[in-house]
């Protein structure tokens, strides 16, 4: 089949030129992903686009969000940060603004459902002792030979 390359068009977002080659490593594309769970209230979702909104504002980088029903009960929020990653004080703030991103909404109950490697730090702000002891526990279970996200998350 024919594959697209019309989505990778997003990590161009902030440079002058998109090329006809692409290839978002070699052209310094800058992409950081967060994925806060939410409730499926209208409440709950306005609050959370408020935060993404007011947040990205705070550091002049556009809200890039996708909404992803997976039941009943919540939705899973895609947003993306794109930065020109030869810009050394635009990716400062990309990275600064993901970090931000990530706590404020985590602090109003909306945790990230994936982080990215450069976010494993942040799991000791997401998980109590106890939380940890159980991930552990499941971790041990559920994959002995530790072959699934070796060095992530726990």
């Known amino acids: 089949g024919f594959v697209s390359d019309q989505a990778l068009n997003m990590c161009y977002w902030r440079k002058k030129e998109v090329p006809v080659q692409k290839n978002i490593h070699r052209d310094n594309c800058g992409v950081l992903w967060f994925c806060p769970v939410v409730p499926a209230t209208t409440k ?47 990716s400062e703030e990309a990275i600064a603004c993901h970090n931000e991103l990530l706590s404020r909404l985590l602090s109003e109950g909306y945790p990230a459902y994936r982080l990215g490697i450069q976010s494993m730090e942040m799991m000791e702000e997401y998980c109590t002792e106890e939380k940890m002891t159980l991930l552990n526990k499941l971790k041990e279970l559920l994959d002995p030979k530790e072959i699934l996200s070796r060095g992530r998350y726990i």
């Open 44 to 90: 709950d979702i306005e609050k959370a686009t408020q935060i993404i909104e007011d947040t990205c504002k705070e550091y002049n980088l556009e809200t890039n969000l996708g909404f992803l029903c997976i039941g009943d009960r919540s939705l899973d929020l895609t947003g993306a940060i794109c930065f020109d990653k030869l810009l050394k004080k635009e």
